[in-house]
């Protein structure tokens, strides 16, 4: 185990070093994982409202049991059989604490909804700002090549369409790399 976590330990080291050498691959990286949490916290909440609708039937169901047994007291005992009455009020009273029982688990399941709602607003607001500093990084990059492309040119007088579409092609190469080097680590660190 000790080499697995040493070569693990290695491969999270190069990465945050990749990430930390291109910041906008770091926030595409956060950006994806926000996705992530924002879709796993969207089940969650639907998980929770298909427990909350069914926790919903019990307590209607277990409201119409003891309306049921309430109903078979009053002909027992109007009947005179006593016997029956108090056998159905236990009956009654046993439905009744499982009636306060998914009563308390319903209310239960309805806080962590809230929760889980409040939590998915603080993630989706988290990435509206990450996706503006993506975007303001994007920008600041595209203008710094802008810049390098214009500093290089002044440096040859002669310009040749063919040197454009090699800037183009050099950047597309580099982004592609680049991405390529990020999804082989990412492999490597989920084996």
């Known amino acids: 185990m000790g080499l697995f976590d040493d070569l693990s330990r290695f491969l999270e080291n190069r990465l945050e070093e990749f990430l930390r050498n291109n910041p906008h691959l770091e926030l595409e990286a956060l950006l994806e994982q926000l996705r992530e949490q924002e879709e796993g916290t969207l089940k969650l909440i639907a998980d929770l409202r298909i427990q909350e609708k069914r926790s919903q039937e019990e307590i209607l169901s277990t409201a119409q049991e003891i309306q049921r047994w309430h109903i078979r007291i009053q002909k027992a005992k109007n ?55 993506a975007a303001e990084a994007q920008t600041a990059r595209a203008k710094a090549q802008t810049q390098q492309r214009f500093e290089t040119s002044g440096w040859s007088n002669k310009t040749s369409s063919y040197s454009g579409g090699f800037d183009d092609l050099e950047e597309k190469f580099r982004s592609w790399e680049t991405q390529d080097e990020l999804e082989q680590m990412k492999r490597n660190l989920g084996k």
Do not use: F, P, T, Y
């Open 79 to 133: 009947a005179g059989r006593e016997d029956l009455a108090a056998a159905a009020g236990e009956r009654e009273a046993a439905l009744l604490r499982e009636g306060n029982q998914r009563w308390g688990h319903m209310q239960g399941l309805k806080e962590r909804i809230n929760q889980s709602q409040e939590l998915l607003r603080k993630i989706q607001q988290r990435r509206q700002e990450v996706q503006a500093k």
